[in-house]
């Protein structure tokens, strides 16, 4: 990635190709990444190990959309990055087609010229009263650089 704002149409078009390889290399070989569900792994590998099998099954036939919400700069080589992230659940999740929209925050660094992530978690949106999964009220979106 050549800016850290690149990091949510990459992370969408690794992803929307079903290509768990290609995502690996948005990430520095000892990133962090947490899930929805709070599975915490390490290292590129455990993160291609995590999304691989759910590509083959369940996630077949999904397909992301991501919107920048904000880039923070911490430094010249280093930023957050929010963004919102939709996922389309197709016809082979065992619940059927569904969208579940989350947040993510994404650390990246910059090494060598390349910006990669070295963190990354990813909360599903939910009502606190019931917990049940909400799909985000599509609203203002700010955006900075």
Same mark, same amino acid.
């Given at each position: 990635?050549?800016?850290? !704002?690149?990091?949510?149409?990459a992370?969408?078009?690794?992803?929307?190709?079903?290509?768990?390889?290609?995502?690996?290399?948005?990430?520095?070989e000892?990133?962090?990444?947490?899930?929805?569900?709070g599975?915490?792994v390490?290292? &590129? !590998?455990?993160?291609?190990?995590?999304?691989?099998?759910?590509?083959?099954?369940?996630?077949?036939?999904?397909?992301?959309e991501? !919107?920048?919400?904000?880039?923070?700069?911490?430094?010249?080589?280093?930023a &957050?990055?929010?963004?919102?992230?939709?996922?389309?659940?197709?016809?082979?999740?065992?619940?059927?087609?569904?969208?579940?929209?989350t947040?993510?925050?994404a650390?990246?660094?910059?090494?060598a010229?390349?910006?990669?992530?070295?963190?990354?978690?990813?909360?599903?949106?939910?009502?606190?009263?019931?917990? !049940?999964? &909400?799909?985000?009220?599509?609203?203002?979106?700010?955006k900075?650089?």
């Open positions: 990635m050549n800016r850290p !704002e690149d990091a949510p149409h992370f969408q078009d690794a992803w929307n190709r079903h290509d768990m390889a290609s995502l690996g290399t948005l990430f520095h000892d990133a962090t990444f947490v899930n929805r569900f599975h915490y390490h290292g &590129v !590998e455990e993160i291609v190990d995590l999304h691989a099998p759910i590509h083959a099954t369940i996630y077949s036939d999904s397909t992301l991501n !919107e920048l919400i904000d880039v923070v700069v911490i430094s010249d080589d280093a &957050v990055v929010h963004f919102w992230s939709r996922l389309t659940a197709g016809a082979a999740h065992p619940a059927g087609p569904h969208a579940v929209d947040l993510i925050l650390v990246l660094t910059r090494q010229g390349e910006w990669r992530i070295k963190a990354l978690e990813n909360v599903t949106l939910t009502n606190p009263r019931t917990g !049940e999964a &909400v799909l985000r009220d599509p609203g203002p979106v700010r900075s650089a």
